[in-house]
T-cell receptor
C-alpha cells in the first residue's frame, strides 16, 4: 500500500546548524509530496510541496526535492533557528484521492540557542 | 477567528459513553476533512466532505464513528460507545476546493481521552 516513512526523532540541533530530515515513500503511482509543520500550540500548516519528479519545494529557508528514483523527499535547511522548533510531517496525496493525505509519523526538531 | 475552529479542545469521557466533536471550517471552504492522530503517529484520514455530502468515508474505523455536515459548513464527528482505543487527537481541516493540491488548513484538534 501507500505509505510514508520519516527518520526517528527527536532531532536536537544548535542554532545555525544544518538540518536534514529524511522522508521516503512507497506509492503505486505518482503522488504529490508535502511537508507540514506543527508549531507548539498550533495546528498543522503546509510548509512546502512538490507535485512532480525533480520539483523543488521551498519556503522559509526550507527546501525539499522530489526524487522519484529514490522515492524520497528529504527536508533541508542551511541554518536553523530556535523558532524552527516544531514537529515536521512528510505526506503524500494522489490527485484522485482529493485531500486524503497519507502522513509519516512526524519528526520532532528542537533547536537550542 | 479566520482559522479552523474545533471544540472542545479537550474531552475526557468514560468507556461506553457518546461523544460529539465539532469543527467550524474557514468561511467559504467547501471541502472538510477529519483526521485522527494517535500519540507518536501522524494524522490518519477518517472522512472527507465536499459540501454537505461525505465524498469519502473510507477511513472511518467502524460503525461507531459517524460524521455530518448538514449545511455544508460546520461538521460534527460522533462517536458512540467509546472505547479506550478511541483516545487520540481528532483533527479537522478544510480547503477551498477538493484538496487535490494537498493544501489543507488544520485546526488545533480535539483531544479525546476515554477512561
Amino acid at each position: 500500500g501507500n505509505s510514508v516513512t520519516q527518520m526517528e526523532g527527536p532531532v536536537t540541533l544548535s542554532e545555525e546548524a544544518f538540518l536534514t530530515i529524511n522522508c521516503t515513500y512507497t506509492a503505486t503511482g505518482y503522488p504529490s509530496l508535502f511537508w507540514y509543520v506543527q508549531y507548539p500550540g498550533e495546528g498543522l500548516q503546509l510548509l512546502l510541496k512538490a507535485t512532480k519528479a525533480d520539483d523543488k519545494g521551498s519556503n522559509k529557508g526550507f527546501e525539499a526535492t522530489y526524487r522519484k528514483e529514490t522515492t524520497s523527499f528529504h527536508l533541508e535547511k542551511g541554518s536553523v533557528q530556535v523558532s524552527d522548533s516544531a514537529v515536521y510531517f512528510c505526506a503524500l496525496v494522489f490527485t484522485s484521492n482529493t485531500g486524503k493525505l497519507i502522513f509519516g509519523q512526524g519528526t520532532t526538531l528542537q533547536v537550542k540557542p | 477567528g479566520a482559522g479552523v475552529s474545533q471544540t472542545p479542545s479537550n474531552k475526557v469521557t468514560e468507556k461506553g459513553k457518546y461523544v460529539e466533536l465539532r469543527c467550524d471550517p474557514i468561511s467559504g471552504h467547501t471541502a472538510l476533512y477529519w483526521y485522527r492522530q494517535s500519540l507518536g503517529q501522524g494524522p490518519e484520514f477518517l472522512i472527507y466532505f465536499q459540501g454537505t455530502g461525505a465524498a469519502d468515508d473510507s477511513g472511518l474505523p467502524n460503525d461507531r464513528f459517524f460524521a455530518v455536515r448538514p449545511e455544508g459548513s460546520v461538521s460534527t464527528l460522533k462517536i458512540q460507545r467509546t472505547e479506550r482505543g478511541d483516545s487520540a487527537v481528532y483533527l479537522c481541516a478544510s480547503s477551498f476546493e477538493g484538496g487535490s493540491t494537498g493544501e489543507l488548513f488544520f485546526g488545533e484538534g480535539s483531544r479525546l481521552t476515554v477512561l
